[in-house]
């Protein structure tokens, strides 16, 4: 009986245990459109936790398509530069990817960061104007857009503000100036920016 009882309890946790093991993959079927419509249900039923719940996990869904589109744009290679290993990360509100690009041992660097919702990319783009404003270095225009080019000892930076919000920056230890900005001008910025509107 003994032998029996516990037969019964290591099939309930192995039961229990593999329906939480497939229950993320389930859940990863959802497209946005069926967890902004759960919300939406839940709602009327008047279950207002369920609501937020499915709520919250519809912006989530929307912002990594988002993310993924932005992504798109970070091209395996750029004006004879390969590019590695394409790094995304989301914490707080704000949202970074980065790819480094290298060509004959040398290496740049290009970082998205910004907002990943409207109200923090416009907090964001504030920020990145008043830093730009109070860095040393020279303004320019690269695909109708501002940028500013600042050299600390080698380490060339080219920091391009987006109208959608955020900053495009290049960064090389290995590039001079204009080589970083024949980088910056060959990269699909204003395709880039325009997709995140």
């Known amino acids: 009986m003994y032998s029996l009882n516990q037969s019964k309890l290591k099939t309930l946790i192995l039961g229990a245990a593999l329906s939480f093991a497939i229950a993320p993959a389930a859940f990863a079927e959802d497209t946005p459109a069926d967890t902004c ?3 939406v249900s839940l709602f009327k039923e008047g279950d207002i936790e369920g609501a937020l719940e499915e709520a919250r996990w519809c ?18 290679e750029i004006n004879g530069f390969k590019g590695g290993k394409l790094e995304q990360q989301q914490a707080m ?5 980065e790819r480094n690009y290298s ?4 290496v740049i660097k290009v970082s998205l960061s910004g907002g990943a919702s409207g109200a ?4 964001f783009a504030a920020l990145a104007s008043f830093g730009m404003q109070s860095t040393n270095g020279k303004k320019v225009r690269i695909q109708r857009r501002t940028a500013m080019i600042s050299d600390d000892g080698g380490n060339i930076q080219v920091v391009v503000t987006l109208k959608s919000g955020g900053m495009l920056t290049f960064e090389s230890n290995d590039l001079n100036s ?3 900005i ?5 990269f699909p910025i204003a ?7």
């Open 182 to 186: 024949a980088f910056a001008k060959a």
């Open 93 to 97: 509100g704000i949202s970074m990817i």
């Open 191 to 197: 395709d880039l920016d325009d997709s995140r509107k």
């Open 103 to 106: 060509k004959d041992g040398k």
């Open 37 to 39: 419509s759960s919300a």
């Open 59 to 76: 912006v989530t869904q929307l912002e990594q398509l988002k993310q993924g589109k932005v992504s798109s744009f970070f091209k395996d």
């Open 120 to 123: 923090a990319s416009n907090a």
């Open 178 to 180: 204009n080589d970083a």
